[in-house]
């Protein structure tokens, strides 16, 4: 909130002199050339890394379900559910894979089982909260000509 916005703002104007006076060694702070502060990541900021890279982490789950001859789709709220859960977590992007495979894990183990010519499935966000079967995400199968 607020709060984080001013913090925001009192690191990023830190200087030297600030950190020795804080109670660090000279010697210490004349061996970092650049001080960076690092704001927390925001819900928004987690989707964006979940979706946005060429190899991101939703389309690494897209293209192994592409490969089994089926279609995934996550809806947007499940990407929020999944990103506010990673949240939850304080260890930054990192947490994102965790959730994922917590997540997709057990649908990925019986998806060779399944008959997925055509199939898509659908992931929403009461499904990231309380993971279901996959036979339960299929929205449709197409039919072959």
Known sequence: GKEE????????????EDLIRF??????VGRLP????????????????LTEPKNALIRQ????FNLEGAKLTYTDDALEA?????LKRDTGARA???VMEELMLPLMYVLPDMDNNGAHYVIDAACVETPRPLAELRVKKRESA
């Open 61 to 64: 789950y897209q293209h192994l």
């Open 23 to 28: 109670g660090m060694i000279p010697e210490f």
């Open 34 to 49: 650049v001080l960076a502060p690092l704001m927390p990541l925001t819900t928004e900021a987690l989707i964006s890394i």
């Open 96 to 98: 994102l894979r965790a």
């Open 5 to 16: 916005k001013n913090l925001g703002d009192v690191l990023s104007r830190v200087q030297p």
């Open 82 to 86: 999944v990103a506010k859960k990673a």
